[in-house]
């Protein structure tokens, strides 16, 4: 007989559903994306733009991990020179306090480019549907002219600083502002993809909301492919 019970219908896995355009998206939320769910749109085109920002983003990422082992190992050559050599490593603090401000500035980095910063939406969701894009663009807009003032800010201050020399690193002064300066010219570039991916987008007002980290799927993904909930279905866009 060819029938089949309930049972072993119920028991059977479903079919993996193939990635949207070939892009795997198992890297940040560790499940496929469900294309079944999704309304038929093309996936937006990744440019040597989108590509770019997303090498730099994973760059910063593993830069920022091997600062922070940096850290890690400087804090506790620090406890070890002290309490069992009786011979505390002065440079020791000074470098881990110095890799901190390299961490720091990458991770705020990665932050803008997938929209982990805390981002207030009542605001957003109170004005006419036609304003939510603008707004959303304004946003980018002054986000990348605030890393500018970085840039040019720290810029000067090392520029004065560089001729003098850290007490206990043998590094100019002014190197304290470099990650500020690296950070600011990433948040410019990271800024003005997700300006250009919602020009490109073409989404319509009543989808926007301001990204959460949670939401996005980043990775390989341009930050324009993100998941969104929409009256309980979810949307690429």
Known sequence: S????????????????????GIDTTA????????????????????????????LSKLSLILAVIGLIGVVLCVQWQVIGRYIF?????????????????????GLAVGVRDAG???????????PERWQRRVELLIHALVALFGAIMVYGSWEWAAAK??????????????????????????????????????????????????????VVHGDLPPELVRVELDGERHVH
């Open 2 to 21: 060819n029938s089949r019970s309930p049972s072993a219908d119920r028991n059977e896995a479903p079919a993996m559903q193939p990635p949207i355009s």
């Open 28 to 55: 940040a939320t560790g499940t496929p994306l469900d294309t079944s769910e999704l309304p038929h749109q093309r996936a937006p085109a990744r440019g040597p733009f989108t590509r770019f920002c997303a090498g």
């Open 86 to 106: 009786n011979d505390t490593p002065t440079w020791a603090e000074a470098l881990a306090m110095l890799l901190v401000l390299f961490v720091t500035a990458f």
């Open 117 to 127: 910063h805390i981002g207030l939406e009542s605001l957003v969701s109170l004005l």
């Open 162 to 215: 560089w001729g003098e020399k850290k007490p206990m690193l043998p590094v100019p002064d002014g190197i304290d502002y470099v990650p500020i300066i690296i950070a600011g010219v990433l948040i410019v570039l990271f800024s003005i993809e997700h300006f250009v991916a919602i020009l490109r987008g073409g989404l319509e007002p009543d989808q926007l909301r301001p990204l959460r980290h949670d939401r």
